[in-house]
């Protein structure tokens, strides 16, 4: 069975950092890009991150730019997102996802798979 499984959300002061990890488990995805996106109360689903097979490309929502940082391990199967600077409009469920293609997507379309998401909490 193939699991996504997120952890290291928290609660954190604005300024603060967090690091939120998503191990893969059931099948290798050393050859699939992978990427976090994020869902706030009474929002819709938002891309954040994501990063190319070989970690050699990524690409960042806007309003993430200079803040977070998205990177992996293909030996460990898990992939990072270190978020730096963190705002209370950061608070949100953020969710890892593995894409069917080998190169970076923003589209949520393009991801097979879902973990069940961990939440960030940025206090004022």
């Known amino acids: 069975q193939v699991q996504l499984v997120e952890s290291g959300g928290g609660l954190v002061q604005a300024g603060g950092s967090l690091r939120v990890s998503c191990a893969a488990s059931g099948r290798t995805f050393s050859r699939n890009a992978m990427g976090w996106f994020r869902q706030a109360p009474g929002k819709e689903r938002e891309f954040v991150a994501t990063?190319?097979?070989?970690?050699?490309?990524?690409n960042y929502a806007d309003f993430v730019k200079g803040r977070f940082t998205i990177s992996r391990d293909n030996a460990k199967n898990t992939v990072y997102l270190q978020m730096n600077s963190l705002k209370p409009e950061d608070t949100a469920v953020y969710y890892c996802a593995a894409s069917s293609t080998h190169y970076t997507s923003g589209m949520a379309y393009n991801y097979d798979y879902w973990g069940q998401g961990t939440q960030v909490t940025v206090s004022s």
């Open positions: 990063i190319s097979w070989s970690g050699g490309s990524t």
